[in-house]
């Protein structure tokens, strides 16, 4: 089974900052890979897909990148409403189907 | 616009059946595009993918390692719906549970509509 390991598990920034959210890969995913944004309360939300693929109705402010084992979820100028959890998720071709990072927490500095 | 509505029980006793379904608008439980997934969350265990139902010419299941002697997920044409039945529950099984679509192009990879997710609780 694929691990996916997140970096950093906090990350403090201020409204305005770029924040830079990695993802690491125990074995190559290719580019089968998503982001996720969650809130209190509420499912998580698509972001990112096939590594860079920015979901419908995302703002241009979230960007993706990396293949194989190294991905980075960026977000050029942090809003208020982008305070929140974001989990990594690889797809494979079989069971398990999905797996999923243990989150970094994007907190107001 | 897809939407998933879940439904089902928020508290259920060890050893018994937890049940839940996902009820699909603007799509089909049918899809030959789509897959149909069930999610939990704990503090535990995170995020944690269970297993899905599709159709490709036939249904066909995926589970996960952990749960598969005990999950089984049906769909319903009829009622364009699909259940989540995790039989032998214990406390460790008390997470919230999502159902997610997944298998679509414009989502590659990831799952792009998830229900509003239930608590369940296992106590007696």
């Known amino acids: 089974e694929i691990v996916l390991t997140q970096s950093p598990a906090t990350l403090s920034l201020s409204p305005g900052e770029r924040a830079t959210l990695s993802c690491t890969a125990s074995q190559s995913v290719s580019s089968n890979l998503a982001w996720y944004q969650q809130k209190p309360g509420q499912a998580p939300r698509l972001l990112i897909y096939?590594?860079?693929k920015r979901a419908t109705g995302i703002p241009a402010r979230f960007s993706g990148s990396g293949s194989g084992t190294d991905f980075t979820l960026t977000i050029s100028s942090l809003e208020s409403e982008d305070f929140a959890l974001y989990y990594c998720q690889q797809r494979s071709s079989g069971p398990p189907a999905y797996t999923f990072g243990q989150g970094t927490e994007l907190e107001i500095k | 616009q897809v939407q998933l509505q879940q439904s089902g029980p928020g508290l259920v006793k060890p050893s018994q059946t937890l049940s839940l379904t996902c009820v699909i608008s603007?799509?089909?439980?049918?899809?030959?595009?789509?897959?149909w997934n069930w999610i939990r969350q704990s503090p535990s265990r995170g995020l944690e993918w269970l297993g899905r139902?599709?159709?490709?010419?036939?249904?066909?299941?995926d589970y996960a390692a952990s749960v598969k002697s005990r999950i089984i997920i049906n769909p319903d044409t009829s009622k364009n719906h699909f259940s989540l039945q995790l039989n032998s529950v214990t406390p460790e099984d008390t997470a919230v549970y999502y159902c997610a679509r997944g298998g679509v192009a414009l989502a590659g990879a990831g799952l792009d509509y998830w229900g509003q997710g239930t608590l369940v609780t296992v106590s007696s």
């Open positions: 139902t599709y159709y490709r010419s036939k249904w066909e299941n």
């Open positions: 603007g799509d089909s439980v049918s899809s030959d595009r789509a897959t």
């Open positions: 096939d590594a860079s």
